[in-house]
């Protein structure tokens, strides 16, 4: 199952599980949440919510994030849209404690829920935190890592739980808003059309490389070159991951036609937008940070940059300019073969992080 608050496709790079290939690991994931959502729509039907899924205006299994209305009083009135998310991290699954600190993997649980409502265009407005963990457990160090990302957003923490287990586990589920210009409607990963420029809000591969580095203990220890800047911006990106929320904002008002959060790498994760989309992505160009390999670029994950799409590049910059962002790099087009996923003419790796059942 995945990071995301709508159940959608494996979202979740970590610790243990697969980067290597993962076509059929990733192939069974995607049955078990298929057989959820079928399962979850008989439910809504039951409950006389409507066949065939989610309202006109919803959004349910299937993106990063679920976009909601409410019923509110006797009159039925819907109220909304509300954007809802949730995330797990879970000690030696997504986090490793002898590579960081509580009040690292704290921060990191609030950030990879907000990336999930960064990829809708959304902001989060109210956060859920649940905590479960061994005893002497300082927690009070989990919850200020959590604050820092949280009052970073203007979100508030509203609740949750707490629990003992063998492990450290934490779970945050975020209610979020489209702001300014709500008729929009949210990014989703089926927008995108043949013709669509791709791009990239950031270079990729940081967060990988960071672990990497972490994993050898000092600087060149692992064979590679970088000054002891990169190093530290790769580590603080494995460590301390931000959320593009104003960037994912900035492109759902500047017209993006898709967008999805990089955080099963980036082969993953274009392959979910292009089927969700029915398009197939031709890439010529990845952008690869300082002190990262190509490798790390394509199947790393936890970048948490945003994948766009879109037919105007040049407005989407010029848009990221005026609200003083980076302009998202331009890597490829979307092309109208289905399954088409290419970079520099070759099939891109199946590769990513995918969870194993």
């Known amino acids: 199952m995945s990071r995301d608050g709508s159940l959608d496709s494996v979202d979740s790079a970590g610790e243990t599980g697969s980067t290597d290939g993962g076509g059929a690991d990733l192939r069974a994931e995607l049955a078990v949440i298929e057989r959820f959502r079928a399962r979850f729509e008989r439910g809504a039907l ?28 006797p009159s039925g009135r819907r109220v909304g849209p509300v954007v809802v998310a949730c995330d797990l991290v879970v000690e030696g699954v997504h986090v490793d404690l002898g590579r960081c600190g509580l009040d690292d993997v704290g921060a990191k649980s609030v950030a990879v829920t907000f990336s999930d409502l960064a990829a809708m265009g959304a902001w989060p407005t109210h956060l859920l935190a649940s905590v479960a963990a061994p005893p002497g457990t300082d927690l009070d160090r989990v919850a200020e890592g959590m604050a820092i990302v949280a009052e970073a957003a203007g979100c508030v923490v509203v609740g949750g739980d707490l629990s003992s287990a063998p492990v450290l586990l934490i779970s945050t589920a975020a209610l979020g808003t489209f702001r300014g210009d709500a008729g929009k409607g949210p990014l989703l990963r089926s927008g995108a059309r043949p013709g669509d420029a791709v791009l990239v809000t950031g270079p990729l591969g940081r967060s990988e490389a ?28 494995h460590l301390r991951p931000v959320p593009r929320l104003l960037e994912g904002e900035t492109a759902r008002f500047a017209g993006a036609s898709a967008a999805i959060d990089v955080s099963d790498g980036l082969s993953t994760d274009l392959r979910h937008l292009a089927t969700a989309s029915g398009v197939g992505v031709r890439l010529d160009a990845l952008p690869v940070a300082a002190g990262a390999t190509s490798e790390e670029a394509i199947s790393g994950g936890e970048d948490y940059e945003l994948v766009l799409t879109g037919q105007d590049p040049d407005r989407l910059g010029e848009a990221f300019e005026s609200a003083g962002l980076r302009r998202p790099i331009p890597v490829g087009r979307c092309t109208g073969t289905t399954g088409e996923l290419t970079l520099e003419g070759r099939s891109l790796p199946e590769s990513g992080w995918v969870h194993r059942f």
């Open 46 to 73: 039951r409950a006389g919510r409507g066949p065939g899924g989610a309202p006109p205006g919803e959004v349910w299994i299937g993106d990063d994030a679920a976009v909601v209305a409410i019923e509110s009083g």
């Open 210 to 237: 960071g672990r990497r580095e972490l994993d050898a203990g000092g600087i060149g220890s692992d064979g590679t070159v970088a000054t002891a800047e990169v190093v530290a911006d790769l580590v603080g990106a």
